[in-house]
């Protein structure tokens, strides 16, 4: 999967990932390959992902994740990386 972590400032995050997971408005989340086209809205709280050489934690500040054909992209009000 292809992952993009974008603030209004800049492009935080692009690469391949394969697996991640969101603090959903509704509670947490997990993306793998092939999920189903979707599009929900994020709170503040702690975002994760594996990339090929390590996990990755950030924390962000809300915002929205779309996931379509493997691609998943993240809008977020801001993100800060622990």
């Given at each position: ?18 697996v ?43 915002g929205?994740?779309?996931?379509l ?14």
């Amino acid at each position: 999967m292809y992952l993009e972590l974008v603030t209004p400032d800049n492009k935080v995050y692009e690469g391949k990932v394969s697996v991640a997971t969101f603090p959903g408005t509704d509670g947490s989340f997990q993306i793998l390959n092939n999920h189903a086209s979707m599009i929900s809205s994020l709170s503040k709280g702690t975002l994760s992902f594996q990339d090929e050489d390590q996990l990755h934690e950030m924390t962000i500040d809300g915002g929205v994740v779309e996931v379509l054909n493997n691609t998943i992209i993240v809008l977020a009000e801001s993100i800060l990386e622990d």
